[in-house]
C-alpha cells in the first residue's frame, strides 16, 4: 500500500483558529501544508503570500508545500525557499526558461516540483520530470476552491503516474482541486500520491476536522 501524504489547502483553513487546526494537523501526523500563492495576474485571484508561510513555518514543524500560481516565477523563489524543508511548485506556463527555474529553487535549498494547468498536456513537461521530485495535477482551473474536477483529469493522474513509474522517475503525483470523498477514489486508483484536501473534504462542514481527517486517512489505507 502506498504512503498517501496528505497536504491541508491553507487557503480554505479557519484563518481565525489556524493555530489550533495546526495544532491537530502535527498530532495527526499530516504531511505537508498546501499553501496557494496568487497574484491576481497569473491567475484571477489574490491569496496568500511570504508573511504568511512565514507565520505558519514559525509556528508548525510541518514541510510547507508552496503552490506558486503567480508571474513572474524566478524573483520570488528565494523568499519562499527560505522556510526549511519547504517544496516549491512552479506552473511552467509561466516562465520562458522553467529548467532554469527549478536549478534556482534547488540552488536555494527547496525542493523542486511543477504544477500543470489543466489544459496543459503531460507530453509538453516530459523534460522537467526528472529535475523535479513532484508534479502537481491541477484537477481545477487554478485560482480558487470550491471548484469541481475538470473530466478528464483523472485521466490525466493516471496517465502522469504510469508514464513516471515507466521512466523510472521517482516523482509524487500530487492531485490539487476538488478533492471530495467522491473524487479520492477516483485519484488514488489513478495513482495520486499526494492529496491536497480541502473545502470537499478536509473542511467538509458536516463533521469535525479530526473527523475528517480519519475519514481521509482510512480512505487512503492508514490506520
Ligand atoms: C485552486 C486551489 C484549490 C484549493 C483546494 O487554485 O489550489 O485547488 O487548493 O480547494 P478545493 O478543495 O475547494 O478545490
Ligand atoms: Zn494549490
Not at 496557494?36 to 503570500?49: A, C
Not at 512565514?54 to 523568499?79: C, G, N, T, W
Not at 508514464?163 to 477514489?185: F, K, M, T
Amino acid at each position: 500500500m502506498k504512503n498517501i501524504k496528505i497536504a491541508p489547502s491553507m487557503l480554505c483553513a479557519d484563518f481565525i483558529h489556524l493555530g489550533r487546526d495546526l495544532d491537530i494537523f502535527a498530532e495527526r501526523g499530516i504531511e505537508y501544508l498546501h499553501i496557494d500563492i496568487m497574484d491576481g495576474h497569473y491567475v484571477p485571484n489574490f491569496t496568500l503570500g511570504p508573511d504568511y508561510c512565514r507565520a505558519l513555518s514559525a509556528y508548525s514543524s510541518i514541510p510547507l508545500d508552496v503552490h506558486l500560481m503567480i508571474e513572474p516565477v524566478d524573483f520570488f523563489i528565494p523568499r519562499f525557499a527560505a522556510f526549511p524543508d519547504t517544496l516549491i511548485t512552479f506552473h511552467p506556463e509561466a516562465v520562458y526558461h522553467p529548467l532554469r527555474s527549478l536549478q534556482l529553487i534547488r540552488d536555494q535549498g527547496a525542493r523542486a516540483g511543477i504544477a500543470i494547468d489543466p489544459a496543459t498536456p503531460l507530453g509538453t513537461v516530459r523534460h522537467l520530470l526528472p529535475y523535479i521530485e513532484v508534479l502537481c495535477i491541477m484537477t481545477v482551473n487554478p485560482g480558487y476552491s470550491g471548484q469541481a474536477l475538470i473530466p478528464g483529469m483523472i485521466d490525466k493522474i493516471r496517465e502522469a503516474s504510469a508514464y513516471c513509474r515507466e521512466s523510472g522517475y521517482d516523482i509524487l503525483i500530487e492531485a490539487d482541486g476538488n478533492v471530495s470523498w467522491e473524487n479520492i477514489p477516483l485519484m488514488l486508483e489513478a495513482g495520486a500520491d499526494i492529496l491536497v484536501a480541502g473545502t470537499s473534504s478536509l473542511y467538509d462542514k458536516k463533521m469535525t476536522l479530526e473527523e475528517n481527517i480519519t475519514r481521509l486517512r482510512t480512505m487512503c489505507g492508514h490506520a
